[in-house]
């Protein structure tokens, strides 16, 4: 963003979900709402527009506020039911509140509501975008195509530009704020949802950073060879405080979970530092990462299409050039 | 049952996919055509699931590939019939040339409501797009439920569930009929379409559609016929990123991993 930035009063509403429940937890925000709110802050006066279960809202209204919203908007929906319910909520805010914009994380739940938001109002909708801006006309959106080979910025013709936000994407913070709570007032539309049956909580196994937002991360490839071997790229990105990734092969082959998986049809990353362990890098997947800051690959092929975008690249054996990196890291240390 | 399965032609992403940088549309000049991985594998498992219905007695499931792309990528939904779906509709009409999501929402909804779809099934993200939000503003425009982004698909006379992975845990979810539905790349991988297929599909119905064909049904949505004079989202910009330069390539002697630590210490990335 540049530092000549146009301010303005306007209200920019940030659609705030709850987290999924977690027993014995306090009600928590999804990921996703403090950059919602931080890219809000450079655009008007951020308010949040909080949806959950009735008995969460309290928290998660006061969670809002610590991360700059200056008001806070609170509806409570059935978590059992998708979709319309957190669209109503949403196009009665919308109503009340004639937003500049209105930001949405690009999570599953948060560009589902977006997308009938959109649809409902037959308002302009910006997804998946990277960063948003004020220029001399409005606001507009960045959005990075095609795996980062091209940058794309859109505006709305009239109405509220929708936006949905790459989780990761926006670094700015707004400052915290005291809370300024209120209630919604939401006429259900009738339109009918889809209905939750059962959720099971994943137990997050390790303290590693969400691949979606990791600055660094290590990436390992079919060249591991195995589930066991793939041990190597963990060991590297613990020693580095970097989240793990994986090539599709890689998941293919049943070395890592698929949530894993880095490029087209996997998660798009952009963090400070991808090491790539035993990744060729084919077409997709390096439309996923080829927008890192810092590439280093590892590969035993000198040929493999990695290296024409690494800024090191090492020809050799992981087996043994891992090992002794971790080595030479923990030395440092 | 009737289930139509939305399928979208892309730009093959194993070659070079280039944006016009005069108009921010996509070259469709400069890369090869193809039918979507992610709507390919949709497609394949309704297609299972008719094969499988009909084999139990379970009842006819007719599939219907749909999609809303310019007049010369019809060759994709050929292919959509070579592996199975008994009919295709394709909305081509250069009035859309460049239909921002709203607008590819309303028609893609007219041409499913003509249609009459028990079950409307796409994939949960496009290469080319990857916005992931079309199922949604279907669902919304058609006043249906949807279950997006769904790993498992698991269909019934009068409903559809699956499991979603979602921040923290796996959601089950069930919808009822008629319902909109997204899917994953969980799903199976696509058939290779026989001889027999390919040769069949030249025999089965492909309707072209205009947005008069569908004059009725944008009336009935509320939508106007023609509203190329009114986007509401605009590119105002675009611009080809420089291509990302090959750095320093060096051969492990037995040093290697002391090198890369060194490389990110001055890089104070470690």
């Not at chain 1, 024409?308 to 971790?326: H, N, S, Y």
């Not at chain 2, 000049?29 to 008719?50: G, K, M, Q």
């Amino acid at each position: 963003m540049t530092s000549t930035e146009m301010t303005s009063n306007e209200p920019i509403l940030t659609l705030l979900l709850a987290g999924p429940a977690v027993a014995d937890e306090a009600p928590a925000l999804a990921d996703g709402a403090a950059e919602a709110l931080g890219a809000a802050a450079r655009l008007g006066t951020p308010v949040a527009v909080v949806v959950g279960a009735a008995d969460a809202l309290p928290q998660l209204a006061e969670a809002a506020a610590s991360l700059g919203a200056a008001r806070v908007l609170t509806a409570a929906v059935d978590p059992a039911q998708l979709g319309a319910p957190v669209a109503d909520a949403l196009a009665a805010a919308v109503a009340q509140e004639a937003p500049a914009a209105v930001l949405v994380s690009h999570s599953i739940e948060g560009s589902d509501a977006a997308g009938r938001l959109a649809a409902r109002l037959r308002a302009p909708l910006a997804v998946d975008a990277v960063a948003v801006e004020r220029d001399d006309e409005g606001i507009v959106a960045k959005h990075s195509v095609y795996g980062g080979g091209f940058e794309v910025t859109s505006a709305a013709t009239y109405g509220p530009l929708i936006v949905t936000l790459r989780l990761g994407a926006i670094d700015h913070r707004a400052e915290a704020a005291a809370p300024q709570v209120s209630a919604l007032e939401v006429g259900a539309s009738g339109r009918p949802a889809a209905a939750v049956e059962g959720f099971e909580s994943v137990v997050q196994a390790s303290e590693r950073p969400d691949l979606r937002s990791a600055k660094k991360i290590v990436s390992g490839g079919r060249g591991l060879g195995s589930k066991e071997q793939f041990a190597l790229v963990e060991q590297l990105a613990d020693t580095l405080g970097a989240a793990i990734g994986a090539s599709r092969a890689a998941v293919d082959a049943g070395y890592v979970d698929q949530s894993l998986q880095v490029g087209q049809t996997g998660t798009s990353v952009s963090p400070d530092l991808y090491i790539a362990v035993g990744i060729s890098g084919a077409i997709q997947h390096r439309a996923g990462m080829q927008t890192a800051k810092t590439i280093i690959a590892i590969d035993k092929d000198a040929n493999a299409p990695i290296f024409e975008i690494a800024d090191l690249g090492v020809v050799g054996d992981l087996f043994t050039i891992v090992p002794q990196l971790v080595q030479a890291l923990e030395a440092r240390k | 049952m009737k289930i139509v399965v939305l399928v979208k032609p892309v730009p093959d992403t194993y070659g070079d996919r280039v944006l016009n940088l005069e108009t921010g549309l996509a070259d469709r000049a400069a890369s090869e055509t193809v039918l979507d991985e992610i709507t390919e594998r949709a497609l394949e498992a309704v297609i299972r699931h008719a094969e499988e219905s009909a084999k139990s007695g379970a009842g006819d499931v007719e599939v219907i590939a749909m999609t809303m792309a310019p007049a010369e990528s019809q060759s994709t939904l050929r292919k959509a019939l070579a592996m199975g779906a008994a009919s295709a509709v394709h909305v081509a009409d250069e009035r859309l040339a460049g239909a921002d999501l709203v607008r590819t929402a309303e028609v893609l909804a007219a041409a499913l409501r003509r249609a009459g779809a028990d079950l409307i099934v796409a994939g949960n993200g496009s290469t080319d797009g990857s916005g992931g939000v079309m199922p949604s503003m279907l669902a919304e425009l058609l006043e249906l439920p949807a279950a997006t982004r769904l790993e498992t698909l698991e269909i019934t006379a009068d409903a559809v569930r699956g499991t979603r992975e979602t921040d923290g845990g796996t959601m089950t979810v069930t919808a009822a009929l008629p319902a909109v539905v997204s899917v994953t790349e969980r799903m199976p991988d696509p058939r290779f379409p026989a001889l027999k297929g390919i040769m069949g599909a030249k025999k089965k119905p492909l309707e072209v559609l205009t947005l008069d064909d569908l004059g009725a049904e944008l009336e009935a949505l509320g939508v106007e016929l023609d509203e190329t004079a009114s986007a509401r989202s605009i590119m105002v910009a675009a611009t080809q990123r420089p291509a990302r330069e090959a750095g320093e390539i060096i051969t492990d002697d037995g040093t290697a991993g002391e090198r890369i630590a060194a490389f990110l210490a001055d890089r104070r990335l470690a």
